[in-house]
């Protein structure tokens, strides 16, 4: 299933393609916007039995499919989400029901990084956060992290190849 809008449809052309060459059957299920309302999708799946689901989703519909997964009974194992399907949010809610289920990811989740750990002890332990204590090391956080790493690193390249303390855009 996908998110029925231009980021949910970007998949399609090339799983098309792929279908083609590998010879698989492709079967496309939009969900509209905001997708808490997906029994007719997995209605379709539970009568098509298909191998796989692929799920490139956000938002509540990650949690809405899951759910919807787990009371049709479809294998989580054989259902796969696309990286905006894949945050700790999206299977915290089902505790054990979501068990199975993978999405793919940029970056791990997990405390045991260094830079998680000096937040940890430079932010959340001092009572800085602005997030709930025990964010650091979730999905959503540590991509969130990483990309602050990215954006701090490329404004030292602009500074240095500008020679200015003050870059913009």
């Excluded at 509209?32 to 039995?49: T, V």
């Amino acid at each position: 299933g996908y998110h029925n809008s231009a980021y949910g449809k970007e998949p399609i052309r090339t799983l098309q393609e792929l279908s083609a060459k590998h010879g698989y059957e492709l079967i496309e299920l939009p969900v509209d916007a905001p997708g808490q309302e997906q029994k007719s999708q997995w209605l379709q799946i539970r009568r098509d039995k298909p191998d796989y689901v692929l799920m490139w989703g956000w938002g509540v519909m990650n949690i809405t499919a899951i759910k919807e997964a787990a009371k049709t009974r479809f294998p989580l194992d054989r259902f796969i989400g696309n990286w905006w399907s894949g945050g700790h949010v999206d299977v915290e809610a089902l505790g054990m029901k979501a068990k199975g289920y993978k999405a793919s990811n940029f970056t791990p989740a997990g405390r045991d990084f260094p830079v998680v750990q000096d937040v940890i002890k430079h932010v959340v332990s001092k009572g800085l956060t602005k997030t709930e204590p025990d964010m650091p090391g979730k999905v959503l956080y540590n991509r969130s992290l990483f990309m602050a790493v990215v954006m701090a690193e490329a404004i030292i390249e602009a500074q240095k190849l500008t020679g200015k303390a003050n870059v913009t855009g």
